[in-house]
Nanobody, 129 residues
């Protein structure tokens, strides 16, 4: 069974940094080369949005405009952990952050979360002074 688990959320002041980790389990080598991994977030009263998505090959990373230049993705050599490194955090970054896996191209994955059926449980990020 393919499973994802997020960690690393918490409270941070505006301008601060935080790294979220997504740990993959149950993925075969085939799965690791087949599924793109993405980070999504959902703020209270708002729809879930794609933040950043990494292609299965690791060669392409898509970022939504609001985080471009502030957020980065990194994957370990075993491809079983995918981090979202967040810098210069803003109050509007406050949300529950979810990790997801999907076979579509990274940009398509981030553009439409509705077909995704492999999700982590989410981790809360709060940016506040």
């Amino acid at each position: 069974q393919l499973q994802l688990a997020e960690s690393g959320g918490g409270l941070v002041q505006p301008g601060g940094s935080l790294t979220l980790s997504c740990t993959l389990s149950g993925f075969t080598d085939y799965d690791l080369g087949y599924y793109a991994i993405g980070w999504f977030r959902q703020a209270p009263g708002k729809e879930r949005e794609g933040v950043s998505c990494l292609s299965a090959s690791g060669g392409t990373t898509y970022f939504t405009d609001s985080v471009n230049g502030r957020f980065f993705m990194a994957r370990d050599a075993a491809k079983t952990q995918v981090d979202l490194q967040m810098y210069n955090l803003k109050p509007e970054d406050t949300a529950i952050y979810y990790c997801a896996a999907d076979p579509r191209f990274a940009q398509n994955m981030c553009a439409d979360y509705r077909p995704i059926n492999i999700w982590g449980q989410g981790t809360q990020v709060t940016v506040s002074s």
